[in-house]
């Protein structure tokens, strides 16, 4: 071996084992950067010299498909969880005032009312409980529409976070087909294919879909129906329009806004929004408004079968302060005459001004009215209130079980991806001591080329 030869030798291990150490110490600069994964490089014997091969990222990309599908459902359940957490709250009825304590006020005002037809201080109790009643319905069914607006306005936001996270991809996509083959871009790279997995796992929190990694590097991104949201460089965005029914949104393409895709979204926030808003409290209000619907009606009916004080046959005691359509929880009043006079409350069954009439009214709570003929009012909503607790119930479960999963996953991909701060001072004092052995290597290799030159000379 000549001097020089030494000198190429000591060289490229110099540059390598420098280029171990920067790396290294890129590592432990990210050891707290989320998504982050550790690289290694990798030595290679050049005839009699050494060089870096290459630079590995270490990352197990079956695990990131693991992770990304059960981020998709974390995503689901916890915007489900959020959602009828505020639902429960809602129906919250454990302080007392609510709907059931509210009728039995309601039917027991009747029921005192049968005693004293007459009584002023009665009547006025009747009032009184029957505003507070329909005045909670029309809380319920505000808070409820409230509620479902809501989760329609983060359909909207959703659907802005999508288009952000599919333009992001598609640009560090292009950066990744730039980079080519080039060893030298190996570092910069990695980082691109690190920002390029934590973009799917944070799309994949809102939407589910399906990828293909392709050979230049880039991924390409399709929906669940196969239509494609990234491809290479290229994104498609997606938009919103008003459902002309319920003026709700429905998700399209932004170039085909025609084409509905709600049904197309199976998992993800995205998709637990709109079945929060379309299916879940949808079925809550139907519900709601079925129990104030057949309240007023079965009241009403027996309320005009009576007369009032005036001698007169009774009128509606309840109506629905809406022009037309279905008779919701929302609009559930009074009626303005009974407000305005309590002599017109019909309490008698005859113009004899007795009080059976009202007993009638008090004893509707006890009737099997509803469900098809199998349930009273107080029954009708006890299981209303018992199946929203069994809807929270379960998704809370499905929101701690995924969120288990989920630690566990992260778990695993820190310990072949994470860096650990010992390993890498280890790491690096190895590649620290061949870089003093190589320095070594190159003043020996100098001192014997400077020794041969002087004998020539």
């Excluded at 990744?176 to 871009?185: A, V």
């Excluded at 392709?214 to 669940?224: A, R």
């Excluded at 041969?452 to 000379?457: E, H, S, T």
Aim: hydrophobic share 35%.
């Amino acid at each position: 071996m000549s001097g020089i030869d030494a000198l190429n030798i000591a060289k490229d291990s110099l540059l390598s084992h420098q280029t171990a150490i920067n790396l290294t110490g890129t590592n432990i600069a990210n050891a707290s950067t989320e998504g982050y994964s550790r690289q290694r490089a990798e030595f290679c014997t050049m005839g009699q010299s050494v060089q870096i091969a290459g630079i590995d990222r270490i990352y197990d990309q079956f695990l990131g498909v693991q992770i990304n599908d059960q981020t998709n459902a974390l995503g689901d359940s916890e915007a489900k969880n959020n959602a009828l957490g505020e639902i429960e709250m809602i129906f919250n009825e454990s302080d007392g005032g609510g709907i059931n304590e509210l009728l039995s006020e309601f039917w027991g005002a009747w029921e005192g009312l049968s005693a004293n037809p007459s009584g002023q201080a009665e009547r006025l109790t009747l009032v009184s409980a029957s505003e507070s009643l329909t005045s909670m319905f029309r809380s319920y069914g505000e808070d409820l529409l409230s509620a479902q607006n809501d989760a329609n306005a983060r359909v909207s936001s959703l659907v802005d976070e999508v288009n952000g996270y599919v333009s992001d991809i598609a640009e560090v996509n292009e950066k990744i087909m730039q980079c080519g083959t080039n060893t030298s871009d190996e570092p910069t790279l990695n980082t691109l294919k690190d920002r390029q997995g934590n973009l799917l796992a944070s799309l994949s929190e809102i939407v589910d879909f399906h990828y293909t990694s392709n050979n230049d590097g880039s991924v390409s991104v399709f929906m669940s129906n196969g239509l494609p949201l990234v491809d290479g460089s290229q994104s498609w965005e997606l938009g919103v329009v008003a459902d002309d029914d319920t003026a709700f949104y429905n998700i399209v393409f932004t170039n085909d806004p025609a084409t509905e895709l709600n049904s197309s979204l199976t998992q993800g926030s995205l998709s637990a929004y709109l079945e929060v808003r379309d299916s879940t409290i949808a079925g809550y209000m139907d519900s709601l408004n079925a129990l104030a619907s057949s309240i007023a009606s079965e009241v009403n009916t027996q309320h005009g079968l009576g007369y009032d004080l005036n001698q007169d046959a009774g009128g509606d005691f309840f109506y629905f302060d809406i022009a037309s359509g279905p008779q919701e929880a929302r609009y559930l009043k009074v009626s303005e005459e009974i407000l305005s006079d309590t002599d017109k409350i019909a309490a008698s069954a005859t113009v004899n001004g007795d009080g059976e009439n009202a007993l009638s009214i008090s004893a509707i709570q006890n009737e099997l009215t509803m469900t098809g003929g199998t349930s009273t009012f107080g029954e009708y909503y006890s299981a209303l209130i018992g199946q929203i607790g069994e809807d929270k119930a379960y998704v809370e479960g499905r929101f701690e079980h995924n969120t288990d999963l989920m630690t566990q996953l992260t778990n695993k991909r820190d310990e072949i991806s994470g860096v650990s701060i010992d390993e890498e001072m280890l790491t690096l004092i190895k590649y620290q001591t061949g870089y003093n052995a190589s320095a070594r290597l190159f003043v020996a290799a100098e001192e014997l080329s400077d020794t041969l030159m002087g004998l020539i000379q």
